[in-house]
């Protein structure tokens, strides 16, 4: 289970710079896809970060916000990221 309320689990690591906590901004519910708008409290890069619900369970991935790159994991399918872009666009 993934504990959004009154505290967010929050594991998200800057997929940019590599640092271990974001600030979240915003929860999202896309169709299945459960993600949280984050910025890097580090370098300040936003991104969204993809709760592990449904196909992403034991996938790492995140989008960057402002050029919808997709970060994953090296075992991550290629199709679910393409899922997830479609979804935050």
Same mark, same amino acid.
């Given at each position: 289970? $993934?504990? $959004? !309320?009154?505290?967010v689990d929050n594991?998200? $690591?800057c997929p940019d710079c590599g640092a271990i906590k974001s600030s979240i901004n915003e929860i999202k519910f896309e169709s299945i896809n459960v993600m949280a708008?984050?910025?890097c409290k580090n370098c300040g890069f936003k991104f969204f970060g $993809?709760?592990?619900v449904g196909h992403t369970v034991g996938h790492s991935f995140a989008i960057g !916000?402002?050029? =919808?790159?997709?970060? =994953?994991s090296?075992? =991550?399918p290629d199709w679910i990221g393409k899922s997830l872009l479609k979804s935050v666009n």
């Open positions: 289970m $993934i504990r $959004i !309320k009154p505290c594991s998200f $690591i708008e984050c910025t $993809i709760f592990p !916000k402002l050029n =919808s790159r997709i970060y =994953s090296d075992d =991550s």
